[in-house]
T-cell receptor
Framework: EAGVVQSPRYKIIEKKQPVAFWCNPISGHNTLYWYRQNLGQGPELLIRYENEEAVDDSQLPKDRFSAERLKGVDSTLKIQPAELGDSAVYLC????????????FGSGTQLSVL | SQQGEEDPQALSIQEGENATMNCSYKTSINNLQWYRQNSGRGLVHLILIRSNEREKHSGRLRVTLDTSKKSSSLLITASRAADTASYFCATPRGGDTDKLIFGTGTRLQVFP
């Protein structure tokens, strides 16, 4: 069974440029999460989807961040424009959403904003 | 915001020794999870302990939970160099089991 797939693995951009991250969760997993992890810290939740509905986006900086999960499968997280402080690892995770609370994580996208 | 905090922040031991890391959290929970993260990789689920459990084992892992002290510990016995990683505790925020909040992590280094 394939795990959570994220791309790209690394991204280097200049500030004020846009950037997008893509995530393909485990097949059949209804719940999808985007986390941001700063260096030396634990992951912080940005947004959570139940199928195609964003049920928790309270931590998403909506002035520059947006996300979508079309057809309740793949998801894209976008930053426009990027700022220096956005440099971090962006992690996608999924779970069955059926009461099994275990999360499965992708390898993440490491973003460097110069 | 982070719900839990791990202690110590970093731990260095020799192969064969036991490693103990602790997690404290702030609000009432119905379960607590531990995850491992190898350098440059995503997190991997290790174990989940529910609020009505005091201790749980999985291979060389032993997790305890003290809800009265709002704390948990992860013990890795007979450590190996491959155990080198960061370890995070995670708890549901506000009773929502799908809203998992992670602690700050313990960075474990096991020397061969």
């Amino acid at each position: 069974e394939a795990g959570v797939v994220q791309s790209p693995r690394y991204k280097i951009i200049e500030k004020k440029q846009p950037v997008a991250f893509w995530c393909n969760p485990i097949s059949g997993h209804n719940t999808l999460y985007w986390y941001r992890q700063n260096l030396g810290q634990g992951p912080e939740l940005l947004i959570r989807y139940e199928n195609e509905e964003a049920v928790d986006d309270s931590q998403l900086p909506k002035d520059r961040f947006s996300a979508e999960r079309l057809k309740g499968v793949d998801s894209t997280l976008k930053i426009q424009p990027a700022e220096l402080g956005d440099s971090a690892v962006y992690l996608c995770a999924s779970s069955t959403g059926t009461g099994d609370e275990k999360l499965f994580f992708g390898s993440g996208t490491q973003l460097s904003v110069l | 915001s982070q719900q839990g905090e791990e202690d110590p922040q970093a731990l260095s031991i020799q192969e064969g020794e036991n490693a103990t890391m602790n997690c404290s959290y702030k609000t009432s929970i119905n379960n607590l999870q531990w995850y491992r993260q190898n350098s440059g990789r995503g997190l991997v689920h290790l174990i989940l302990i529910r609020s009505n459990e005091r201790e749980k084992h999985s291979g060389r892992l032993r997790v305890t939970l003290d809800t009265s002290k709002k704390s948990s510990s992860l013990l890795i016995t007979a450590s190996r160099a491959a155990d080198t990683a960061s370890y995070f505790c995670a708890t549901p925020r506000g009773g929502d089991t799908d809203k998992l909040i992670f602690g700050t992590g313990t960075r474990l280094q096991v020397f061969p």
